[in-house]
């Protein structure tokens, strides 16, 4: 891959617009995937040309997987892939609707797998490129009243773990970003800062061990 191409999905305010201005200003081009990209029109052209919109439902296959076809017919094939997505309806476990919680997980969890399978064959012919998912505390220390995204946020950095498992020799970095606060502009847990720690991930594809990073 001689071109650096960042692909976000779960772009809008907050950490994605975050992470979005960080690789940017590392020299990526940005494709940046929404539900509604019409929504963060004015943020995305914030980002000059190099930034990219495509419409997806991250919790669908095959929406995700549309869109990925796109980025690569338009811009060629991701170095680096952001997972970013996430759901939730709030409650306990036994407040849960089934098929609520089996939504967020296919947001959560599922269609991380998705987008990664999206991006694989190419990373593995060029023999390179980044994973990072955009994890929470709730995977390290699980909260009654978010069930579901404390098993969504479980399964995540499971999925990050095992994955980086599978890749190990291959020279592709996986990682996880697990951020332990609430993000907030202008604290610790502000979203500028803690996409530093997703590039500070990013350019540690010398440690392939290094798969979790713990922002707190």
Not at 29 to 49: D, M
Not at 121 to 137: D, E, H, L, V
Request: glycine residues 12%; proline residues 5%; neutral net charge.
């Amino acid at each position: 891959m001689s071109h650096k191409l960042c692909v976000i999905v779960g772009y809008g305010p907050g950490i994605g617009h975050s992470l979005a201005k960080a690789f940017a200003h590392e020299g990526h081009t940005l494709a940046l995937i929404s539900r509604i990209p019409g929504k963060h029109e004015s943020l995305r052209q914030s980002l000059g040309a190099a930034a990219h919109g495509f419409a997806a439902d991250a919790g669908d296959a095959a929406s995700l997987q549309t869109a990925f076809a796109s980025i690569r017919g338009q811009l060629g094939d991701p170095s680096v892939l952001i997972y970013n997505a996430y759901s939730s309806h709030p409650g306990k476990p036994t407040t849960l609707n089934v098929d609520g919680l089996m939504d967020d997980f296919r947001i959560n969890v599922a269609g991380a797998l998705v987008a990664t399978m999206e991006v694989l064959p190419a990373m593995k012919a060029s023999r390179q490129g980044t994973i990072i998912f955009t994890g929470g505390g709730l995977a390290l220390q699980p909260w009654a009243e978010q069930a579901s995204l404390s098993i969504g946020k479980a399964g995540l950095r499971s999925l990050a773990f095992t994955l980086a498992q599978e890749l190990q020799g291959t020279n592709i970095q996986v990682g996880t970003v697990t951020i332990c606060g609430m993000v907030k502009p202008g604290t610790h847990f502000d979203p500028d800062k803690i996409a530093a720690s997703f590039i500070g991930l990013h350019y540690s594809s010398c440690k392939p061990h290094n798969v979790e990073v713990v922002y707190h």
